[in-house]
């Protein structure tokens, strides 16, 4: 069955401090890939998306994430984090193509000392 | 982006009783979509709700447990039936982007059933 994980449940770190986390999923086939974020008390939201093309995307709030098809894995990163991205963070795989199909990680809650 | 809101914010309930959940969008929008968040786990979604048509359940979920209805394009219901504690969970509908397969999330409904 198709899987997505998500190494890192809990994540701490200081700001200024860098960030990856972590994600792997388990389908071989052609993948879209997102990140999603949800701050405290506020809703899901899309963070970045890959589809195709340069497999280094740019999302908001200077986050990024890199595309691996060898490894299976699109990681999110950060160079320098701050307090304000304390949140949930969730990997999801869409691996039907043409539906809005999701699997979702488990998620890594992060928290940054300020 | 689509505005989402949910009735109720959060419930608690009784076993063997049921719950209707509201969800209401700030547009028209052709596709929505439940999903459900055990603790500790990973969003899954439970349905495809499409105005006009019948809603399209994942493996593991049933129409007579879950009953949706998507009576016009900015507004469905998701009713969790004859409750166990194990339904104990945040339920999230969502709606399409209409852009790259993008999600717009609702801030959820988080449902204790003792």
């Known amino acids: 069955a198709q899987s997505v994980s998500q190494h890192n449940h809990h994540v701490i770190l200081s700001e200024a401090a860098s960030l990856e986390l972590g994600c792997n999923y388990s389908?071989?086939?052609?993948?879209?890939l997102f990140w999603y974020v949800q701050y405290p008390g506020q809703h899901l939201q899309l963070l970045l998306k890959?589809?195709?093309?340069?497999?280094l995307v740019k999302g908001i709030k200077g986050f990024e994430a890199e595309f691996i098809k060898s490894k299976f894995s699109f990681n999110l990163r950060k160079p320098s984090v701050q307090w304000s991205d304390t949140a949930e963070y969730f990997c999801?795989?869409?691996?039907?193509?043409?539906?809005?199909?999701?699997?979702f990680g488990t998620g890594t809650r992060l928290k940054v000392l300020a | 982006s689509a505005v989402i809101s949910q009735k109720p914010s959060r419930d608690i309930c009784q076993r063997g009783t049921s719950l209707t959940i509201q969800c209401q969008v700030d547009s028209q929008v052709t596709m929505m979509f439940w999903y459900r968040q055990q603790p500790g786990q990973s969003l899954t979604l439970i349905a495809t709700?499409?105005?006009?048509?019948?809603?399209?359940?994942e493996s593991g979920f049933v129409i007579d447990k879950f009953p949706i209805s998507r009576p016009n394009l900015t507004f469905s219901t998701l009713t969790v039936s004859n409750m166990s504690p194990e339904d104990s969970s945040i339920y999230l509908c969502?709606?399409?982007?209409?852009?790259?397969?993008?999600?717009?999330f609702g801030p959820g409904t988080r449902l204790t059933v003792t």
């Open positions: 709700a499409n105005q006009g048509s019948e809603a399209t359940y």
């Open positions: 890959y589809f195709s093309g340069d497999p």
């Open positions: 999801a795989v869409n691996a039907e193509a043409g539906t809005y199909k999701y699997i």
């Open positions: 389908y071989g086939g052609t993948v879209n």
């Open positions: 969502s709606v399409e982007s209409g852009s790259d397969y993008e999600q717009y």
